[in-house]
């Protein structure tokens, strides 16, 4: 049975144990643990347990939005699939005709067929990748941080199909910085980033195709990695974009061994 909960106190062997098994510990975990300790505390997260004769065999941090009809599996702890099973059960139930995305460990085979089986969508793995320093190479070209004046202009290049729209990323900029790369008074570039957290993330980082392969999205990067401070920077990079990859790498990021993922959504019906 699911149920919501507030304490992980009881549970801490059961976290361990899913969480020593490189093929079941949640990405998010192990990028960091708070997603699953701080959850409590976080607006719109909730913690559910799946008790099965009288033993934990699941542990689920989602974030619920409503108004949006949206939900993400924040942290997914089972080597169970009659936990998985009755995750489900419990949305399908309550959460018709949301959309549900996860981010999954591609280790995780288990998981990965109950999606399949549910009719998910995957994209490509992601190659995790810090930023453990700031490039040395000094950058010539145009970086600025975002004013108002660049507004309209943003929005007109900004990517359309994401949640953080141009217009939500500047209602939320005590959360995100966003840096623009200009030439001759003309945006050419921008990088959405957050800023707000122990361990911030890119979130869209874009140049216009005439624009390419001349340093800028180096450039963004590095100005943002370098004020971001003592907090760490993490990225997600299709593991088949190698030209991308490339790019983090020159910007200071390096890659991540045993931290990958992937990513699945699923609408369940309103049926």
């Known amino acids: 049975?699911?149920?919501?909960?507030?304490?992980?106190?009881?549970?801490?062997?059961?976290?361990?144990?899913?969480?020593?098994?490189?093929?079941?510990?949640d990405p998010h975990y192990l990028y960091d643990s708070n997603n699953l300790y701080g959850a409590f505390e976080k607006k719109d997260q909730h913690v559910y347990a799946n008790i099965y004769n009288g033993s934990i065999d699941g542990i689920f941090v989602l974030l619920i939005l409503p108004i949006e009809k949206y939900i993400e599996m924040i942290i997914g702890l089972s080597k169970s699939e009659h936990a998985y099973n009755e995750l489900f059960k419990y949305l399908e139930k309550n959460y018709k005709g949301y959309r549900y995305d996860f981010v999954i460990n591609p280790k995780n085979i288990l998981l990965k067929n109950i999606l399949t089986s549910k009719n998910a969508i995957f994209e490509n793995e992601q190659q995790r990748m810090i930023a453990r320093s700031t490039t040395n190479k000094e950058y010539t070209?145009?970086?600025?941080?975002?004013?108002?004046?660049?507004?309209?202009?943003?929005?007109?290049?900004?990517?359309?199909?994401?949640?953080?729209?141009?217009?939500?990323?500047?209602?939320?900029?005590?959360?995100?910085?966003v840096f623009l790369a200009i030439h001759q008074e003309q945006l050419v570039g921008y990088l959405d980033v957050t800023y707000a957290y122990k361990q911030n993330e890119p979130y869209s980082l874009i140049v216009l195709p005439k624009y390419q392969n001349l340093g800028y999205e180096q450039a963004l990067l590095s100005k943002a990695i370098q004020m971001n401070g003592i907090n760490t920077m993490m990225t997600l990079v299709d593991v088949n974009e190698k030209e991308e990859i490339r790019i983090y790498e020159e910007a200071g990021f390096e890659r991540i061994k045993g931290q990958n993922s992937v990513f699945a959504t699923i609408t369940i019906c309103d049926k």
């Open 1 to 25: 049975m699911l149920e919501e909960i507030t304490s992980l106190d009881r549970y801490e062997a059961f976290i361990n144990e899913v969480c020593s098994d490189t093929n079941y510990v």
């Open 141 to 177: 070209l145009d970086v600025q941080l975002y004013s108002k004046r660049w507004k309209q202009a943003y929005i007109d290049i900004h990517v359309k199909e994401t949640y953080w729209t141009a217009e939500k990323v500047l209602s939320a900029l005590d959360r995100f910085r």
